[in-house]
T-cell receptor, first 113, second 114 residues
Framework: SQQGEEDPQALSIQEGENATMNCSYKTSINNLQWYRQNSGRGLVHLILIRSNEREKHSGRLRVTLDTSKKSSSLLITASRAADTASYFCATDAGQRGYQKVTFGTGTKLQVIP | DTGVSQDPRHKITKRGQNVTFRCDPISEHNRLYWYRQTLGQGPEFLTYFQNEAQLEKSRLLSDRFSAERPKGSFSTLEIQRTEQGDSAMYLC????????????FGPGTRLLVL
């Protein structure tokens, strides 16, 4: 079953604009990660934010986490055509000493040159 | 470090046939995961190995599915008597065994059952 739900399901923006994607989840987590997937390819890890962190940056990416609302957002600034991909949030709620990651349904981002 | 590799990348088979997929994780990674992804959905967890031990299996993994990691290195996922509903992308990932370690994904094997 999918733990998280991304919103919106699809997003189309012009190159240079910012893109914001949201993720909501259901249970307590150890950490939350964002992945990118180009069409028909494997997933690429973007950023991990731990449950005791509220905000994290990596290059043009900014992730926030609100554990009280069980939600996270991914902001991509100054988007590029190469950012066109599906973006998934993944929550780790593993309690057995390993990372049991549950993925959301994804946001499909299209950046128009 | 050549990353996680999977073979084959694509597989077309007829219903009722058996198929086997291989995953080669990053060499120093002890943990290996299999996921299944259908069109328009996120990956769903199938099973997890710590070295050669299979420690968890999802309810998605029916009796027709079996996974092995005999020497704690590469892993195989076999589907017996394939059904059309098995058509999906099968993804493998590996990670180290510290808490919160990133999972690195392979390119996936896309299965089409006719």
């Amino acid at each position: 079953s999918q733990q998280g739900e991304e919103d919106p399901q699809a997003l189309s923006i012009q190159e240079g604009e910012n893109a914001t994607m949201n993720c909501s989840y259901k249970t307590s987590i150890n950490n939350l990660q964002w992945y990118r997937q180009n069409s028909g390819r494997g997933l690429v890890h973007l950023i991990l934010i731990r449950s005791n962190e509220r905000e994290k940056h990596s290059g043009r990416l900014r992730v926030t986490l609100d554990t009280s609302k069980k939600s996270s957002s991914l902001l991509i600034t100054a988007s590029r055509a190469a950012d066109t991909a599906s973006y998934f949030c993944a929550t780790d709620a593993g309690q057995r000493g390993y990372q049991k990651v549950t993925f959301g349904t994804g946001t499909k981002l299209q950046v128009i040159p | 470090d050549t990353g996680v590799s999977q073979d084959p990348r694509h597989k077309i088979t007829k219903r009722g046939q058996n198929v086997t997929f291989r995953c080669d994780p990053i060499s120093e990674h002890n943990r290996l995961y299999w996921y299944r992804q259908t069109l328009g959905q996120g990956p769903e967890f199938l099973t997890y190995f710590q070295n050669e031990a299979q420690l968890e299996k999802s309810r998605l993994l029916s009796d027709r599915f079996s996974a092995e990691r005999p020497k704690g290195s590469f892993s195989t996922l076999e589907i017996q008597r394939t059904e059309q509903g098995d058509s999906a992308m099968y993804l493998c990932a590996s990670s180290g065994d510290r808490e919160g370690e990133t999972q690195y994904f392979g390119p996936g094997t896309r299965l089409l059952v006719l």
